[in-house]
């Protein structure tokens, strides 16, 4: 950008912006934070503050809009969540004393992956995410910048780089190679992330630990640099990087955790009828935090399994130990943020309050886990640290009603600092002196009004009336002459006051050095307060986990190594606490060690889907290592769960239902093994009857043959379930129906064997179709089946349909009258449309009819 007679604050300002194209830069002038050109136009409307323009009078004015500095956190919320970025540049000099042009300088960068500072505090993780590629080899490392967390793996291909980037729902991601361009597509199209890039690396041998693999350095040391370049702070909170892999934990796409409900609603977006909303009884932020990371990725080391369940075990058989437990939580706050702020400088007195709060309570929390006496508490109890120097040191030094900032004064509690003492004794006992003086130069001069004022200009002074001027004693001296009165000082009251002034600048100046050295002491516990928050979250979940155990009537389950699943009066256990337990049907599931597949069939609205569900939700749950909603629990270790649960278009990259039917059908296949767990939903209803009816077994065929997994199939092709004649591992299961007087219940409990016969039209009933249309539709089906062993002549209401159709397919119109739309028809690519091209070619075949 050049402009002519630019100012030099405005070149100040271009010079700085040209450092971050990409970014708002929030431009600090005054009790300002200023925006031009661009920016300013583009902040005004995203922001809805005023538009104006400096310079206004000059032939191109320049587009200018601001924000009070200390109102700007809520701006920059809105920006970051609208997926921007934001480059604050401070004043790095006093205005009074600068000469020339103050100067400024960008001292953070905020980004939708390093927000750590919002308006609107969330429990939630905020994971920023990198990856890097060499030789078609994948690493991804990850950070939460507010609690410090840091990991890295190793991927084998970009799809499950995409799965785990969803999973973690990051919004940025730093790009370490060159990304292809459909790759790059995929993520900034489809799935709304921000993309930055980073090239150089920064080396850590401190986080970073020697044993991993040159790419995952390359990876971790990528996103380190990303995150110091931004920031521009040490960040001694960061944690040493963990290594993980994606193969150590019950693995899920993303796609499977959302239809699944596993921690928001998929239909409305919120915690309520999640998994996560069922199980969250946590009291403290870190607890809430680790939760949804046990639920995100269980368990498959059963011994890890069997750790918690004990816990929980022990925890149910104590219960006024666990409610004092649970009750003592209460009293904690969010120990790794805390730590965080320290390390950004940017604790507060409020902060180190609530941290020692939090220390005070742990003794506490420490002392009723000791009362258990139970080896596997006693494991938890060993990592409680109790820090009883830091907390004495916050309660000796923090006053309790310190304000939020650390400008005003009144930090620090009086009896620390002998010093500081000595100066607020002197502002308080000044204020008597000056009290003393004025009581004691009134009687000796005989003034009767005389008394003492104070302005920035004069300071103290004696305020002496035009008619009293007479009385003013030789020890007084002219201070200023007004229109009426006069002001007197006197060497007493200058010394007082002196001394008063100096007490007050040097009072505010200490106090805000001892809160800075105080909060150097605190950053060097960093370490063993996140092991504490860590230790603290862990108790937190096995308490709530409990308590929902107790309050659902759950049990422990067991898991066996002979591949069987049997469930004993199982329920979903969200459907269930919706509903009410009365409410509620329970079903029993069970898979011997020679059944891989059972086939489900009956109508829709029928519990075919819950009942699916309902296994997952039980195998997520035991895996995790909760207690289960069931009579009796047996199961073995699942290594991975895939799902094709429900129907909906991929509308962003253009893909029909059916597409995506297929692909989620491809990737179970391709990834699945005999330890995985596989539930098909209405598999190949996207398509023609027979087409569909085909893929559908030879889907179930090859999952049969080849895969092994056990599988729940869910179908409305009543002749599949012929095919347990042949498959011997597959076994039929209904859902039961009472037909009574014309009229059909669905019983929503399942039943061995295979459905005699569909309900659609029953269906259509409940949804209120008109009776004259189900009464045709009726009618309709008794001929269709009459006649369906003479495919090639049925008649209905004397008309007859398909006289030359194929076996299989019935004709849809006479050939010869349409042999231009059959022409168009056959050159339609079904499975190639996107839904817009798809509604196009449907309206030109209408026409065409």
Request: proline share 3%; hydrophobic share 40%.
């Amino acid at each position: 950008m050049t402009h002519d007679k630019i100012s030099p604050g405005m070149q100040q300002y271009l010079d700085i912006k040209a450092q971050y194209p990409d970014a708002f830069l929030l431009f600090r002038m005054g009790d300002f934070y200023e925006l031009f050109y661009e920016d300013a136009v583009k902040a005004a409307q995203i922001l809805e503050i005023g538009l104006t323009s400096r310079n206004k009078n000059a032939e191109n004015p320049i587009p200018m809009a601001g924000v009070p500095h200390h109102s700007a956190q809520a701006y920059i919320d809105v920006l970051v969540d609208l997926g921007y970025k934001v480059a604050i540049a401070e004043q790095m000099e006093d205005p009074k004393t600068a000469v020339g042009v103050v100067k400024r300088e960008v001292v953070q960068v905020i980004t939708p992956g390093t927000a750590v500072d919002s308006s609107k505090p969330d429990s939630s993780n905020n994971f920023l995410v990198a990856i890097d590629s060499k030789d078609n080899c994948f690493a991804l490392s990850y950070m939460d910048l507010s609690t410090g967390e840091f990991f890295v793996t190793n991927l084998t291909d970009f799809a499950s780089v995409c799965s785990e980037i969803q999973n973690l729902k990051a919004r940025e991601v730093v790009i370490g190679f060159a990304l292809a361009k459909d790759d790059e597509q995929i993520l900034t199209k489809q799935m709304n992330i921000l993309l930055s890039q980073e090239i150089d690396v920064y080396n850590d041998d401190h986080l970073i630990a020697p044993n991993l693999t040159e790419l995952e350095k390359s990876v971790a040391g990528k996103l380190l640099n990303y995150v110091h370049r931004t920031q521009m702070r040490e960040l001694s909170h960061l944690q040493k990087l963990v290594h993980y892999e994606v193969k150590d934990y019950l693995q899920m796409t993303y796609a499977t955790k959302t239809s699944l409900d596993l921690l928001e609603n998929a239909r409305t977006g919120k915690k309520h009828g999640s998994l996560y909303w069922l199980l969250d009884e946590t009291k403290t932020a870190m607890g809430m935090r680790l939760l949804r990371n046990w639920i995100d990725r269980p368990l498959i080391s059963l011994e890890k399994i069997h750790d918690r369940q004990e816990v929980i075990s022990v925890f149910l058989d104590n219960f006024i130990e666990r409610s004092d437990l649970s009750d003592s939580l209460k009293g904690v706050y969010d120990i790794e943020r805390l730590a965080s702020r320290v390390s950004f400088g940017k604790a507060n007195p409020k902060d180190l309050l609530q941290l020692g709060q939090t220390l005070a309570q742990v003794p506490y929390i420490r002392a009723i886990l000791e009362t258990f006496d139970h080896e596997v508490v006693d494991k938890l109890v060993k990592q409680i640290d109790i820090l009883p120097e830091l907390e004495n040191l916050i309660r000796s030094a923090i006053d309790p009603d310190a304000p939020a900032t650390i400008s005003e004064g009144n930090i620090i509690r009086t009896g620390f600092d002998e010093t500081l003492d000595n100066y607020r004794k002197v502002m308080k006992e000044g204020r008597t002196w000056i009290a003393d003086i004025e009581a004691r130069e009134r009687e000796a001069t005989g003034i009767n009004n005389l008394k003492i004022d104070y302005n920035r200009k004069d300071g103290y002074y004696f305020h002496v009336t035009n008619s009293n001027l007479s009385l003013v004693p030789d020890h007084f001296f002219r201070k200023a002459t007004l229109k009426n009165s006069e002001r007197f000082g006197t060497a007493e009251l200058a010394k007082i006051e002196g001394e008063m002034l100096e007490a007050r600048e040097q009072s505010s100046t200490l106090e805000y050095d001892i809160f800075m050295r105080i909060r150097a002491q605190v950053e060097r516990y960093i370490d063993r307060l996140q092991a504490l928050a860590k230790a603290i979250a862990t108790v937190d979940v096995l308490q709530s986990l409990a308590v929902v155990a107790e309050t659902n009537h759950y049990i422990r389950p067991s898991f066996n190594d002979q591949q069987m699943i049997a469930i004993e009066k199982g329920r979903h256990a969200v459907v269930e606490k919706v509903m009410g337990v009365q409410a509620y049907i329970p079903n029993s599931i069970a898979f011997d060690s020679k059944t891989s597949m059972q086939l489900i069939t009956g109508p829709n609205m029928s519990g075919k889907s819950t009942y699916m569900r309902q296994l997952a939700l039980t195998v997520i749950m035991a895996q995790m290592g909760s207690y289960v909603p069931a009579e009796s629990c047996s199961l073995p270790i699942f290594d991975a769960i895939f799902t094709r649960i429900g129907a909906a278009d991929d509308l962003i990259s253009g893909q029909s239902t059916f597409m995506v039917e297929m692909m989620e059908a491809n990737h179970a296949i391709q990834r699945a093994t005999e330890r995985s767990l596989i539930l098909f939903d209405e598999l190949g209803r996207g398509t023609a009857t027979y087409d569909g009816m085909a893929l559908a077994q030879s889907i179930i065929e090859y999952i049969h043959d080849r895969v092994g997994a056990k599988t729940m199939f869910a179908t409305h092709y009543h002749e599949l379930t012929e095919l347990s004649t042949t498959l011997t591992s597959l076994v039929n299961v209904h859902v039961a129906t009472l037909e009574q007087n014309g009229e059909v219940t669905f019983l929503h409990k399942i039943a061995q064997g295979p459905a005699d016969k569909s309900y659609g039209i029953h269906v259509a009933k409940i949804a209120g179709l008109p009776s004259s249309l189900l009464a045709r539709a009726d009618k309709i089906l008794t001929t269709l089946e009459a006649g369906a062993a003479q495919l090639n002549h049925l008649e209905i209401d004397g008309e007859v349909l398909g006289q030359n159709s194929p076996i299989g397919q019935l004709s849809l119109f006479p050939e010869a009258e349409n042999s231009a739309l059959l022409e168009k028809l056959r050159a339609i690519d079904v499975m190639n449309l996107t839904p817009m091209e798809a509604m196009n070619a449907l309206y030109e075949l209408k026409k065409l009819l």
